[in-house]
């Protein structure tokens, strides 16, 4: 994983407890789960652009090995911006897991469209099947060929309203 991608994932971790101060994460806050020695060195990186409040523990030996911190008011305009406005490269995940267990009808998604397909075969075996007289369906299927030949119905239907007529009429 690049350091971007690492900077996008902590950095929404800390805009994700936002309202919490003195956050210390650990390697098994993150799926999947991110080295501690990553973290750490991360933070630092947002730190040094303002993005977190960052009190990091140092060693004289061994340089940085632990700290605290939350987001800053910055880092949470570069979160709710996508990142816009980072002074630093910044990837953030744009993937959602969802699990949906025993449903139906459901429709997960950004602006997508559930839709339903009935072909016209079906319809009109509908109509034959449906307990209406004859007189009855001869004029439902003469509108639904009235309907399907209209110009715009033939425009948005192109070349599948030629042999309609054959079907609804035999």
Do not use: C
Request: no cysteine.
């Amino acid at each position: 994983m690049t350091d971007n991608e690492l900077r996008g994932l902590i950095l929404k971790k800390y805009y994700e407890k936002r309202r919490e101060q003195n956050l210390h994460f650990k390697s098994s806050d993150f799926t999947p789960p991110i080295p501690d020695k990553d973290i750490i060195y991360i933070s630092d990186q947002l730190a040094e652009h303002n993005l977190i409040h960052w009190n990091p523990i140092r060693t004289d030996s061994n340089g940085l090995i632990d700290g605290i911190g939350h987001i800053s008011a910055f880092g949470v305009d570069v979160v709710e911006n996508d990142g816009a406005d980072a002074p630093i490269k910044i990837t953030f995940d744009q993937s959602t897991h969802y699990s949906v267990h025993s449903s139906a009808n459901v429709q997960i998604g950004d602006a997508n469209v559930q839709g339903n397909s009935v072909n016209l075969n079906q319809i009109i075996e509908a109509i034959n099947n449906s307990d209406a007289s004859t007189k009855e369906k001869r004029e439902v299927k003469s509108r639904l060929s009235a309907f399907l030949k209209h110009p715009l119905v033939v425009t948005l239907l192109g070349k599948l309203v030629p042999s309609i007529d054959k079907m609804i009429m035999p």
